[in-house]
DNA sequence: CTAGATGCAAACTCTTTGCATTGCC
DNA sequence: GGCAATGCAAAGAGTTTGCATCTAG
């Protein structure tokens, strides 16, 4: 495997820092919309390739909501799901040990042998209650 | 509310069929491709439109992957979860009851509350065990 | 007969790619 | 200096729309 040195770019940091600090789902549009109107300096093709290259080192992680439409949130690391607020947009991160709890019902009901899971929860954060 | 009068045709009553058979997501493509294998006379647009129309009345919903790659599937009606065949992407509707588990935990520990849930389950089905 | 559905082609939106130029290390 | 990143414009893929024609009711 060919290692490949990712350089520092301040387009980089700045979608990086935008996605650390916003904590809800953006979509490319959105991100470059705002880094304009902070008067960055930057192409839309080049926040394509900047939320490739931070997805594929798991700085952020992408999601499409049923219409196809593509977002990116600020991730931290290892298996977990995001619970989204449906009034502010914030996203919280959530452990998953209690789909343990899914995996023996499914087994048992349905013969169906669980490898992954995708849950996504809508509701309200503790601001917007 | 207007009434509108929705006709039962041959192109509805041939992408129904074929979503009730496969029980597995298709893309519009996908669909498209397969009755025109069957020699059904329809085009691409037609398929778009008439998903449209089964999605609107619950016959079918839909679902993007984190590619933003749009897919349908023949639905029952209620609430419920799909658990999705890693080998043969068939399909198993699952109850949410389990659900109920996360909803105490999560206003708990994060005061955040659950409105909506969206669950996918990847895993092997009965079959490809 | 008439509102609704369809086919076809053009238009759109979102995303990716090629290539010359610029920037990081 | 050399490899990687960027901007710009053009290409692609998937989806939607306008309009004349066809069809279910």
């Given at each position: 495997m060919v290692e490949r040195t990712v350089y520092s770019t301040s387009a980089r940091r700045k979608v990086a820092e935008l996605l650390r600090n916003e904590r809800r789902y953006l979509t490319a549009a959105a991100i470059y919309r705002i880094l304009k109107t902070q008067s960055a300096r930057l192409a839309l093709s080049t926040v394509y390739r900047t939320l490739e290259t931070l997805a594929s080192t798991g700085v952020v992680s992408s999601r499409a909501d049923p219409s196809g439409e593509l977002s990116f949130v600020y991730c931290h690391d290892g298996h977990h799901h995001h619970a989204i607020c449906?009034?502010?947009?914030h996203v919280d991160e959530v452990s998953c040990s209690a789909v343990d709890v899914f995996r023996a019902a499914l087994l048992e009901e349905q013969a169906f042998e669980l490898d992954k899971h995708a849950v996504e929860f809508f509701g309200r954060c503790a601001r917007c209650r």
């Open positions: 449906t009034k502010c947009g």
